[in-house]
Every structure is written in structure tokens, then in C-alpha cells.
């Protein structure tokens, strides 16, 4: 048998909220230990005698904090397995045992395991003395974070955010970067340090790009920001932008959202993607910030049609997204190793293969080729199906090969040309020198969609340059010879070179 172990709040710092029975327990015990000695009621229980071992070595021996709570865990487990039955030990926490805890939670855990009979007593919360001197009402909506381990994921600016653990400037800075992912900087946000203790309770209230410039952080310390249900707190979150699709889509919208099907916005979300595609090549961020809200549109409203029709919705499409990152890069979220893109890229195909197994698929016996979407633009299929083809060994040698092979099917296309073939043979040929040109992009580890891309932007830039010079010289490009564009198809290459 062993000795109960009973955990009590200290609660927030005021001694006169100690609770008759806590005290009680605390002079009956066979021993008190406090998780730290830096609380304002340690003082009254050396004045009613009682006497205790804090825990406070082990913040300074042990590096993280999940290290402090799990040495403090066994030790608690250990001392009442060596008292006799009948006997009791005591945990004092500051404020209740059930908020923001850690070891006890890990003693929840495991006194069953070990044959501990563990009980909690209640104390004085330090979110008690939050809604009392910081003034707002948790029926409204209220959220509580630990400051060590926050997420702007996390942060709801429609509800009222109480921060604890916030223990230093580091802390503060830390809470503060993360929040301003959301709030403005002028955002007023309220610290309050030992609430409801008499002579060291502070509230101070500053802009939220003040947090980390405020001294006295320490145990006692806590952020509240209030709650911002105004319109412009939510512009930034993903379910206000799922909540105006749903709202286009709905009969109280937009007539043309309504009437779109899958097959009605095909074209746009091609045309989206192209216009991304664009922002990228310009280097314009800008741009490029705008264009990808208008693509994630389309997704968003092919995902709410699919959620008006109960099959599925956006967050499913995320969830689904998120499993299948993980799931394909067990060298980031797994035991695997990658110690290059090569290695990382085979674990991926690999895992890719074991998704369609687990589907009853059989990866095997499909084709070589599979994989490529229909749909794809042709230089860029032609290429994907050349990469497909080059794993099973169906490849040329080296690049003078491919080469040799364009020259030839330039002259079959000339040759074609020449006899007068018809216009469908002429265009196989073309099909084919065009295929033989995207090998050759294989070869020397070039994107043929880019590489293409810049030739014509290129061009674009030449011909305009030509435009220019002509306009200058009172000439419109439609009434000069080819001779005079051609000069200056030159000089725009000679000004290129200078750039």
C-alpha cells in the first residue's frame, strides 16, 4: 500500500482566499511540497508553521519545462509509494490544481497505474481574480493559452484571450510576434502581474507592439487581450473567407456565383493558374499576392459546391491535404532519411505507392506512363511522359542522341513540306519535332514550359523595342521593310547584352 497524495491550490496569490479545508490539509500531512517557493502565500504558511519542500531546484537543474514536470511527477510518485497506507502527502500548486498544471495532469495519469490514491482540492483560480480586475464576463467567449507554447492557429479574436505562464520579456516578445500575426500593432492589450495580491498587483495598459517593453514579468504575470469582434479582426482568417463563399453561393447572394457549376469555372481555374504563373516570372510579390487569392477562390467555390451537395467541404480537402503531407515525408514526420532532394523525392514516390496499395490499388500493374494528367498543357505532358518513360530504362544514352534524333525529325518535317504532304502529316511532323525538343529539355535539367516561356518574353521584348524605335522615327511598324525591323531586331539584342 502507499500514501494518499492529495494536490491543493494555493490559489492567486491572496492568502485570505485560502480555503479553511486546504489549510487543514497542508498542517496534517506527513509532508508538503510546492512546485515554487515565488508565491505570494509561501509567507503565510511560514506563519501558521507549516512547513514544505519546493520544487524550484529543478527550474534550475533541468532545461525545459516538460523536464521540470515529469521529474516533479516521479518524485511525488515515488515519496508516497514509500509512506505507509493511512498516511498523506501534499502537492501545493499555485492557483487550481486544474489550470495550467502540467504535473498534475501527468499524476491524473499515473497514480492509477502505480496504486496512488490521488485527490485534488480546489483553490482560487488566477482566472477568478482575471474576470474580477480585468472586468469581462467568459460567457462572451473566453480562450486560455500557455504563453510557452502559443500558435497564431490558435488565436480567435472574436473571444476574450487570457495568455498565462507568460513569465519573462522573452516570453512576452515571443506571445507578442504571435499575435500580431492577427491583431494590429496599436491593438490596446492588458498585463496584469500578481491580480488581487495587495501591494503587488499591477495592470498596465499598452499597444501590443509595446509587450515586450514592459519590466516585472514573472510567475505571477498574465495577457489579456480583449475580445475584437469588429470586421476587420476576422479579414485574415480562413473561416471568414469559407463564410462569404458560403454566403455568394447562397440564395441571398450573388445571381452569377449561384448559377456556376464545376463545369462553368474549368476555364477559370485554368486561367488563374496562368495568371500565377505570370506574377512568378515578373518577380512582382504584389501581384503575385493577389493572383493567389483569385485562384484559391476557385478552390474555394469547387469545395463549396461539393459541400452544398453534403459530399464533402474545404476543411475536408485541408484535412486530407495535411494527412497526405505527413504521410509523404516520413523523413521530416518519420523514422526515414533524406539526406538529399534525390532521396526525398523517392520516399515520396514511394510513399505514394503504399496510399494506392492501402486503396486496394495496385501500383504495380499499372502502366509506366500512368500518373500524367490528361489534361495537362502538350509541351508539359510531353515532357512528364518522357520523365515516366526514363525510370523503366525507355531513354536515350546522353543528350547528343536526342540531338540527333531533333535534327532528324526537322528534316522529316521539311521533308514533308517540300513533297506537298497534307496538312495532317505536316502536323505529325511538327508533333514530333516538338517532342523530340522537350527530350532534349531532360537532358540538360531545364523546365521546357520556362524555358519556352522566356523565348517568347523575350521575343515580346524585342518586338516592342522595334515598335518603339519605328515610332520615334515618326514609322509605324506596319510601314517599314523587313530590313529595317530586322536592324533593329538587332540592336534590341545588342541592348539586351548591356543590361
Request: charge should be negative.
Amino acid at each position: 500500500m502507499s500514501a494518499t497524495l492529495t494536490v491543493v491550490g494555493l490559489g492567486s496569490g491572496n492568502p485570505d482566499r485560502l480555503t479553511l479545508g486546504i489549510i487543514k490539509k497542508l498542517k496534517a500531512a506527513s509532508a508538503v511540497y510546492v512546485r515554487t517557493a515565488e508565491h505570494p502565500v509561501m509567507k503565510a504558511l511560514e506563519e501558521l508553521e507549516i512547513a514544505s519542500q519546493s520544487f524550484d531546484y529543478l527550474y534550475e537543474s533541468l532545461s525545459s519545462f516538460p523536464e521540470v514536470y515529469e521529474a516533479i511527477t516521479a518524485k511525488l510518485i515515488e515519496e508516497a509509494a514509500c509512506l505507509p497506507d493511512g498516511t498523506e502527502i501534499v502537492y501545493a500548486v499555485p492557483g487550481h490544481p486544474m489550470v495550467a498544471e502540467s504535473a498534475v495532469s501527468l499524476l491524473r495519469g499515473r497514480c492509477p497505474e502505480t496504486g496512488i490514491k490521488l485527490e485534488i482540492l480546489g483553490g482560487e483560480s488566477f482566472l477568478d481574480e482575471a474576470f474580477v480586475r480585468l472586468g469581462f464576463d467568459p460567457i462572451e467567449g473566453f480562450q486560455l493559452l500557455d504563453a510557452s507554447g502559443i500558435r497564431s492557429s490558435q488565436l480567435q479574436p472574436e473571444l476574450h484571450t487570457l495568455i498565462g505562464q507568460v513569465y519573462d520579456s522573452f516570453t512576452a516578445s515571443e506571445t507578442k510576434l504571435c499575435l500580431m500575426e492577427l491583431y494590429p500593432p496599436e491593438y490596446e492589450v492588458i498585463v496584469g502581474h500578481a491580480l488581487g495580491v495587495e501591494g503587488e498587483e499591477q495592470i498596465d495598459r499598452v499597444p501590443l507592439f509595446e509587450l515586450d517593453r514592459l519590466t516585472g514579468y514573472g510567475n505571477l504575470s498574465l495577457v489579456y487581450v480583449p475580445a475584437n469582434r469588429a470586421e476587420t479582426a476576422r479579414r485574415r482568417s480562413f473561416a471568414r473567407l469559407h463564410e462569404i463563399v458560403d454566403i455568394l453561393r447562397s440564395p441571398e447572394g450573388c445571381p452569377w456565383d449561384r448559377e456556376q457549376t464545376h463545369e462553368s469555372l474549368r476555364k477559370n481555374l485554368i486561367e488563374e493558374t496562368y495568371e500565377v504563373l505570370e506574377t512568378i516570372d515578373e518577380d512582382d510579390p504584389d501581384h503575385m499576392k493577389e493572383e493567389l487569392g483569385d485562384l484559391l477562390l476557385q478552390i474555394m467555390l469547387h469545395a463549396q459546391m461539393e459541400e452544398e451537395l453534403g459530399t464533402f467541404n474545404v476543411y475536408d480537402v485541408i484535412e486530407g491535404l495535411n494527412d497526405k503531407l505527413i504521410f509523404r515525408h516520413p523523413h521530416v514526420f518519420g523514422d526515414t532519411e533524406a539526406g538529399n532532394a534525390e532521396e526525398a523525392l523517392k520516399n515520396w514516390e514511394g510513399m505514394k505507392a503504399e496510399e494506392k496499395r492501402r486503396k486496394g490499388l495496385k501500383p504495380e500493374a499499372e502502366s509506366a506512363l500512368s500518373g500524367v494528367p490528361r489534361d495537362l498543357p502538350a509541351l508539359m505532358k510531353a515532357y512528364k511522359l518522357q520523365k515516366k518513360a526514363s525510370k523503366v530504362g525507355f531513354d536515350w544514352d546522353n543528350v547528343r542522341d536526342v540531338l540527333a534524333k531533333i535534327r532528324e525529325e526537322a528534316d522529316e518535317l521539311q521533308e514533308a513540306i517540300e513533297n506537298g504532304a497534307s496538312a495532317e502529316e505536316q502536323m505529325l511532323e511538327l508533333g514530333d519535332l516538338l517532342f523530340a525538343a522537350a527530350n532534349a529539355a531532360r537532358f540538360i535539367d531545364a523546365d521546357p514550359e520556362e524555358a519556352l516561356a522566356r523565348t517568347n518574353r523575350k521575343f515580346v521584348s524585342r518586338f516592342q523595342y522595334i515598335e518603339q524605335r519605328l515610332l520615334s522615327q515618326g514609322t509605324k511598324i506596319q510601314d517599314s521593310s523587313l530590313e529595317q525591323m530586322e536592324a533593329l531586331w538587332q540592336e534590341a539584342k545588342l541592348e539586351e547584352r548591356k543590361l
